[in-house]
C-alpha cells in the first residue's frame, strides 16, 4: 500500500507542529522549531534539509492534489472508486489476519475518511491521464484502431469438452485427462460429419452450461471471447464447423458459424473506440500520467520561486519520465 504523501514536510514554510503540540507562526524562517541537547534547529535549516530529501516530490504531490480536485468534481464515480478501493484493502488485509486500521495510522491516515479522501485524488489522476491521452488522438489513429479491432458480432454454436482435471492431479493425470477431452471432441465431430444436428449433440454433450440448453447458440463478440475461439469463428464461412477441436484454457469447442453481422460504422462506435484506444496506450506507456501532470501543472502556470527546489523538481520529473519510458519499452 501506498504511504500517505509526507505533506506536514511541505509546509513548514506555513507552520511547523511541536512536540506539545503548539503551533510556530514562522516569520523569518530563523524561528526554534526543535531543541536537542542545546541544540536548536530552525525552520529554515529543516526547509534546507527537507529540499534534499524529497522536497519535490512532495511538492508535485500537493499541486497535483489542487490541480485534479480544480479539474474534476468529486462526483459519484469517485466515491464508488474509493469505496470499492477501501472495501478492497480491507479484505486483503482481513484474509492476512492483519490490523487495518493499525496499518492506516502507519502509514499517515487519520481514519478511513481521510484515506478514502487519498484514494479519491488518485481516480482523479487516473481521469486526468485519460483526458489527456484523449486529447492527444488524431482522427488517423481513431480510423486504424477501428479498421483494426472493430467486427461485426457472430452468430454461432458451440460444444465445449472441458477436461476433467484438479490442482491435486499429477501432470501425467493432467495430460490423460487432456487427452481424453480432446478424444470426445473428435468423436462429437465425427458425429457431425454422419449427419447428427449440432444443436442436439450441444445440449447433450457441451460443457458450458450457459449455451448447452440453447443448442450452443451465441454471439460472438471481438474482444470478449478468447482469441483461439474468435480466430476459428472468423476462418469460418457461414454454415461451416470447425473440423478440429478448438484448444483454449476452458477445454475443446466445437464451432459452428451460422452468420456474421455488419460490422457498425465509425460514428456509431467512435466514443468506445476512443475509450479502448486510452485505455490500450496508458497500459502500454507508463509514463503518460507523469506527462498528464505535468502538462497540467504548466496550464496552471507553475512557476517555483526557490531555485534549488525547481532544479530538484526538474530533475525528479525528468528521471521520472526516463524511468517510466523505459520500463514501457521493456514491456512491449
Known amino acids: 500500500m501506498k504511504k500517505k504523501r509526507l505533506f506536514a514536510l511541505a509546509l513548514v514554510a506555513t507552520l511547523m507542529l511541536t512536540g506539545c503540540g503548539k503551533v510556530a507562526t514562522l516569520k523569518n524562517g530563523e524561528e526554534v522549531v526543535a531543541k536537542v541537547n542545546g541544540k536548536s534547529i530552525t525552520a529554515e535549516e529543516l526547509y534546507d534539509e527537507l529540499k534534499n530529501q524529497g522536497g519535490a516530490a512532495v511538492l508535485s504531490s500537493m499541486i497535483d492534489e489542487y490541480i485534479v480536485n480544480k479539474e474534476i468534481k468529486t462526483d459519484d464515480d469517485a466515491r464508488s472508486y474509493a469505496d470499492s478501493q477501501l472495501n478492497s484493502y480491507k479484505q ?28 479519491i485524488v488518485e481516480y482523479k489522476k487516473q481521469q486526468a491521464t485519460e483526458n489527456y491521452v484523449k486529447d492527444q488522438l488524431t482522427d488517423s489513429e481513431i480510423e486504424k484502431y477501428y479498421d483494426d479491432n472493430i467486427y461485426g458480432d457472430i452468430e454461432a454454436r ?59 447458440k451465441l454471439t460472438v463478440t471481438y474482444g470478449a471471447v478468447v482469441d483461439e475461439f474468435w480466430d476459428a469463428c ?99
Do not use: C, W
Open 234 to 332: 472468423e476462418k469460418l464461412k457461414d454454415g461451416e464447423y470447425t473440423k478440429e477441436p478448438v484448444k483454449s484454457e476452458y477445454g475443446y469447442h466445437i464451432i459452428y458459424r451460422i452468420k456474421q453481422k455488419e460490422k457498425p460504422s465509425l460514428d456509431k462506435v467512435r466514443d468506445d473506440v476512443i475509450d479502448d484506444l486510452t485505455k490500450e496506450k496508458i497500459d502500454n506507456d507508463a509514463s503518460l500520467q507523469t506527462k498528464a501532470l505535468v502538462a497540467l501543472r504548466n496550464k496552471y502556470d507553475l512557476k517555483i520561486d526557490d531555485d534549488k527546489l525547481k532544479k530538484s523538481y526538474d530533475n525528479t520529473v525528468n528521471a521520472a519520465l526516463s524511468a517510466t519510458s523505459s520500463n514501457s519499452d521493456s514491456s512491449n
Open 92 to 119: 486483503s488485509y482481513k484474509s492476512y489476519g492483519q490490523d487495518f486500521d493499525a496499518a492506516l495510522k502507519s502509514a499517515g491516515y487519520e481514519n478511513e475518511d481521510d484515506f478514502k479522501d487519498a484514494l
Open 158 to 216: 458451440h460444444i465445449l469438452i472441458s477436461p476433467n482435471t484438479d490442482d491435486d492431479m499429477s501432470d501425467e493425470e493432467k495430460s490423460k485427462a487432456e487427452e481424453k477431452a480432446k478424444k470426445e471432441a473428435e468423436d462429437i465431430i465425427k458425429k457431425l460429419e454422419k449427419g447428427e444436428k449440432f444443436a442436439d449433440l450441444a445440449k447433450e454433450y457441451s460443457d458450458d452450461e450457459g449455451t448447452a440448453s440453447k443448442g450452443g
